[in-house]
């Protein structure tokens, strides 16, 4: 009964490769982020989608791409992946409106070598 | 653009002291803020939300937080801290009414000693 759950927890990759990481919702929720946190534990928004529109995009360079199949899925693709792309990566829920605030799923820990 | 800054990278207490974590944020308009709290190798978890109404809030695990507006500040505090409380706390705003950019802090990491 997990209510965001991402898939995989862990992802060793060598550089150049291309990955992705799946997220789901249950709580149906009209908007999914992707955040990513570094080493210093910065926690910074990627992407943000409501109702498979995507919102914000904080300048996150394009070999990462988002996709929202349906409003309870958001997954992330990244292309040609560098030593830099080595963080963890949460995805997260929220209701559009009220303020309420956001679910985040487990994590997935990306390492690049 | 909205921001958010926690003045304390690293907070080492001894059990039973008392806590408090300062967050003061930059936004003009109507916020929400939030306190999360992520424990050594799991997810955030919310401790506890400021919309409207009473500036104290009080949350889980015996925080509490005061919205002080004149101040921009959303302080977090606990009287009593207790060794499993040891874990990264962030303070976050997002613009009341739409929940498209949740904005965190960086984060100050509390290490309680038993």
């Known amino acids: 009964d997990t209510a965001v759950s991402q898939t995989p927890k862990y992802l060793v990759t060598q550089m150049g490769n291309d990955k992705s990481i799946k997220c789901e919702q249950n709580?149906?929720?009209?908007?999914m982020y992707w955040y990513k946190q570094d080493s210093k534990k910065f926690l910074k928004i990627m992407f943000s989608y409501n109702n498979k529109e995507l919102i914000i995009n904080e300048t996150v360079p394009n070999r990462f791409s988002p996709k929202s199949p349906d409003k309870a899925h958001l997954n992330l693709h990244i292309n040609s992946l560098e030593l830099g792309d080595s963080a963890v990566y949460f995805c997260a829920s929220s209701q559009r409106e009220g303020g309420t605030e956001a679910f985040f799923g487990q994590g997935t820990r990306l390492t690049v070598v | 653009a909205q921001s958010v800054s926690q003045h304390n990278h690293h907070v080492i207490l001894s059990e039973a002291a008392s806590l408090e974590l300062g967050c003061n944020y930059s936004?003009?308009?109507?916020?929400?803020l939030f306190w999360y709290v992520q424990y050594p190798g799991q997810h955030l978890q919310l401790l506890l939300k400021y919309f409207s109404g009473d500036p104290l809030v009080k949350g889980i695990k015996g925080f509490e937080a005061e919205f002080i507006k004149s101040k921009f500040s959303f302080n977090l505090r606990k009287p009593s801290v207790q060794w499993s409380d040891t874990a990264e706390y962030f303070c976050?705003?997002?613009?009341?009414?739409?929940?498209?950019?949740?904005?965190f802090g960086k984060g100050t990491l509390l290490t309680v000693n038993p």
């Open positions: 976050a705003v997002n613009s009341g009414g739409s929940n498209y950019k949740l904005t």
């Open positions: 936004y003009g308009g109507t916020v929400n």
């Open positions: 709580l149906g929720h009209d908007t």
